[in-house]
């Protein structure tokens, strides 16, 4: 339908035109007789003289709708007044001059129930994200927290709660001797410490090592544990990463009780300090 160039004009005369067929109507569906149609009908046009441009539009479905539902009412003793609770449109309105009342009624509570299922749904959809969002939430926690578990599990730690007393190189105070680990300035008693869990390969006396324990990593790696006063697990023990192995001492090539560390990959001893960092260890 298009736009009226005069809406005020425009309501003013459906409003008149309505208000006379109204009448003729209203006489016709309640037999009351055409002075009591017509009082009605002028009733009813109180509505209208009131119209304004800028009122006409809700004025007239009010009043229009309103003379319906008293037609309704006296005529079938419809109980609408739920449905005159609220204005019609003025679409339907314009249309609806002298429309079935019922079919009036049920189209509203139709209107109203689409609209109540449409704000019921999108309430629904709003559930439906918040519930997406929490799961989602929920599942990336997860992740987070199953990542945290794998890298703690590959963590390494340090051996021993002493201080390093000498590093992994050739050592010029001996005449250049190669020196493969890393050494700690524990006591001897202290606790030497598997640096990874794995398996126990050796357990014993082991030349200038002293006594020493050596374990295989799941990744192929292996650590040595030297110059110990004893040790506490044998070969074949499965040890967790942080285990007390042995306790440090000075049997073997020392001049003092310490332990020395060795990271074995491939069967060569390679620098612990920068090996044990890349495991998250702080050395
Ligand atoms: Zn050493």
């Known amino acids: ?75 079938t003793g419809f109980n609408v007044a739920s449905a005159a609770d609220e204005p019609v449109g ?56 199953r990542k945290e578990r794998e890298e703690a599990a590959r963590r390494w730690t340090l051996p021993s709660d002493a201080p390093v007393s000498d590093v992994y190189g050739p050592r010029a105070w001996r005449g250049g001797e190669m020196h493969a680990g890393t050494d700690f300035a524990a006591d001897t008693g202290q606790d030497n410490k598997a640096a990874y869990k794995g398996t126990v390969v050796q357990a014993g006396w082991n030349g200038g090592y002293g006594i020493s324990v050596t374990i295989r990593h799941p990744d192929g790696q292996e650590t040595l544990y030297g110059h110990n006063s004893d040790v506490v697990v044998s070969v074949g023990d499965e040890v967790e990463t942080g285990q007390t192995i042995g306790h440090a001492g000075s049997t073997g090539d020392v001049t003092g009780p310490h332990l020395h560390f060795e990271v074995h990959i491939d069967g060569a001893a390679i620098d612990p300090v920068p090996f044990l960092r890349e495991h998250g260890v702080d050395i």
């Open 1 to 75: 339908m298009s736009e009226p160039k005069h809406p005020a004009k425009t309501a003013r005369h459906r409003a008149k035109a309505g208000a006379s067929t109204l009448a003729q109507k209203i006489g016709a569906a309640t037999r009351i007789g055409r002075s009591r149609a017509r009082h009605l009908a002028e009733q009813l046009r109180g509505g209208f003289h009131r119209l304004e441009p800028a009122k006409a539009r809700p004025y007239v479905p009010r009043a229009a709708f309103a003379g319906l539902v008293a037609a309704a009412v006296i005529t």
């Open 90 to 145: 003025a679409t339907a309105a314009a249309t609806a001059v002298a429309p079935d009342p019922t079919r009036v009624a049920q189209d509203d509570q139709a209107t109203r129930n689409k609209d109540r299922s449409l704000s019921q749904s999108s309430g629904d959809a709003t559930l439906k994200e918040s519930k997406e969002k929490a799961e989602k939430e929920a599942r990336e926690r997860e992740e987070a927290e």
